[in-house]
C-alpha cells in the first residue's frame, strides 16, 4: 500500500485544514487507518484512527472536539477534519496503514505516507 497525504498549509489560530490521505491499491478497506504527527524535536504522537469498516475511531485527548478522521473506502482515502486549530497544532502530519490491534500505537503499522506539513499562526 503507497500513501499520499496532502491538505496540509499555513492556518491562522481558530481556523480549519482538511486532510487526506490516498491510498492506491485495492486492499485499502483492509486496514485499519492512522493520522499521527511530529513536531520538531519531539516523538511522534498518535492523533486519530479509524478501523477499516469505519465502525470504530479513537482521538487523542488532546484534539478530541476538535480533529475528526473519516473515511471513504471507495474513493481509498481517509481524511482529517481539523477545527479551530491551536499553534501547538503545528507539525507535520502522516498518515499510516495496517493490521493493528491497538489503533493507537504507531509500532503496529506497516505503511506510511511522507508526511505534510501543518503550520498555525497565533
Known amino acids: 500500500v503507497q500513501l499520499q497525504a496532502s491538505g496540509g498549509g499555513l492556518a491562522q489560530a481558530g481556523g480549519f485544514l482538511r486532510l487526506s490521505c490516498a491510498a492506491s491499491?485495492?486492499?485499502?478497506?483492509?486496514?485499519?487507518m492512522g493520522w499521527f504527527r511530529q513536531a520538531p524535536g519531539k516523538e511522534r504522537e498518535f492523533v486519530a484512527a479509524?478501523?477499516?469498516?469505519?465502525?470504530?475511531?479513537a482521538h487523542a485527548d488532546s484534539v478530541k472536539g476538535r480533529f475528526t478522521i473519516s473515511r471513504d473506502n471507495a474513493k481509498f482515502t481517509v481524511y482529517l477534519q481539523m477545527d479551530s486549530l491551536k499553534p501547538g497544532d503545528t507539525a507535520v502530519y502522516y498518515c499510516?496503514?495496517?493490521?493493528?490491534?491497538?489503533?493507537?500505537?504507531?509500532?503496529?503499522?506497516?505503511?506510511w505516507g511522507q508526511g505534510t506539513q501543518v503550520t498555525v499562526s497565533s
Open positions: 491499491g485495492r486492499t485499502f478497506s483492509n486496514y485499519a
Open positions: 499510516a496503514a495496517g493490521h493493528v490491534k491497538n489503533i493507537r500505537l504507531k509500532r503496529e503499522y506497516n505503511y
Open positions: 479509524i478501523s477499516w469498516s469505519g465502525g470504530s475511531t
